[in-house]
């Protein structure tokens, strides 16, 4: 799901101009997300596959469904190496979505849109600090 982006860390994003894909990190595991939220690798890797099993399916703003962003990647980082203008992290879960509308693209490229974020309910528990 597109996103405009709320988390202060630093967001992993690649713009391939002439394909028109957008790469950015989905979740990563063993941080704390932008809702003060952590998940551990088995989560991370749990939620991509069933991301992939039971939905595929894309929105702006977790408000607008769309078929103008279409999954083409997707999958759980077996190593941490450089993409775009940051660092993919072992363990993290990235995606690649093929943006077909000209105004989406353009928000894409704008900065508009910097990421993804998972909407998705879940058993929580409670950490020590």
Known sequence: MLKTNI???PILKSLDEEK???TAVVLRPNEVDAHGDIYDNEVVEKAAHDYMIYSQGSNL???IPTDQAVVVESY???ASHTI???EIVEGDWIMTMKILDDGLWELCKEGVFTGFSVGCVGTVEMLDD
């Open 7 to 9: 988390n202060t860390t």
């Open 20 to 22: 028109r894909l957008f």
């Open 76 to 78: 759980i980082a077996k």
């Open 84 to 86: 775009g203008n940051g």
């Open 61 to 63: 703003q977790h408000l």
